[in-house]
């Protein structure tokens, strides 16, 4: 496993990589529950005076990939117009509540030359951003579904584009290809693969289960590595970013290896208050060595 990382490290560390889409402002507001209301239905929170402010979406995936490539632009939203703002009890750091909010105008038109990068990343968060990206074929994408827009930003939206690689995860699958999918087999991945795609690579995130990779005709699939889980938001994104790379590399090697590793890393703190390095990707190897 410890060669396999450094020959990616080796591999990835002269790339010229641009990420592009929504940068999502996350606040953790610390709570106490005091009850439910004699009035009405409804629990009672007592704020307690913490708030902690991170960066997420766009530029949280290009935050984990910045020690591993030789340069990173990112091209996002600057005026903190997506804000999503999560209740936590300070007793177990359950979140009770989370309150989202979008101050979204018209995003202007922007034109990027994917032949100017090793790499162009595109996460689709689905708040708008992206809807006028002029971009020519050759990027990896995530168009991801929340509860804003459920059902509402299929990747299938992009099928035009020919990409260099895609990353979903179950539920986007389902959505996909009109089906409900609780455990892939590889004729389902394949049949993704196939369904409006577009795409040279395929990554599916499968939770608990691990994840699957193709290309229409190599098959593979990963089980999770197996840690103390303190929050898994933002670890989608963190194997998109790694994902993106090793796609990038061309390699014949394990393509599911390093996104793996470091989404399972990412779940080690809380959303995104780190960022994956080259020293805690490595550290976090030998566990399991």
């Not at 991170?54 to 530029?59: F, I, L, N, Y």
């Not at 020690?67 to 209740?87: A, G, L």
Request: charged share 25%; net charge neutral; with cysteine.
């Amino acid at each position: 496993m410890l060669k396999e990382l450094e020959l990616f490290f080796e591999n990835a560390r002269h790339m010229k990589v641009l990420v592009v889409g929504e940068t999502i402002v996350d606040e953790f507001i610390d709570v106490s529950y005091e009850g439910q209301s004699m009035k009405s239905i409804c629990p009672v929170f007592k704020l307690e005076g913490t708030k902690t402010i991170q960066q997420g979406g766009a530029q949280a995936i290009a935050n984990h990939i910045y020690d591993f490539v030789d340069q990173v632009e990112v091209i996002t939203n600057t005026n903190n117009e997506i804000v999503k703002s999560r209740y936590v009890d300070i007793s177990d750091k359950k979140k009770h509540v989370e309150i989202n909010k979008f101050d979204i105008k018209n995003f202007p038109a922007i034109d990027i030359d994917t032949n100017k990068y090793d790499a162009v990343i595109v996460a689709d968060f689905g708040h708008g951003f992206c809807d006028k990206l002029k971009i020519n074929d050759g990027f990896h994408l995530m168009c991801q579904t929340n509860s804003n827009n459920f059902g509402f930003n299929r990747i299938s939206k992009w099928k035009a584009h020919k990409k260099k690689s895609a990353c979903i995860d179950l539920r986007e699958a389902s959505l996909q290809v009109n089906k409900k999918i609780l455990e892939p087999t590889e004729l389902e991945i394949k049949k993704i693969f196939n369904y409006e795609l577009n795409s040279e690579h395929l990554f599916v995130t499968t939770g608990k289960q691990g994840s699957t990779y193709t290309n229409g005709t190599m098959y593979a699939n990963r089980k999770s590595f197996k840690t103390e889980i303190v929050d898994t938001i933002g670890a989608g994104d963190t194997f998109f970013a790694f994902a993106s790379l090793c796609a990038s590399l061309d390699a014949d090697s394990d393509k599911l290896l390093v996104p793996s590793l470091a989404a399972s890393l990412s779940t080690t703190w809380l959303c995104n208050e780190k960022s994956v390095t080259k020293e805690t990707l490595l550290k976090h190897a030998a566990k399991y060595l």
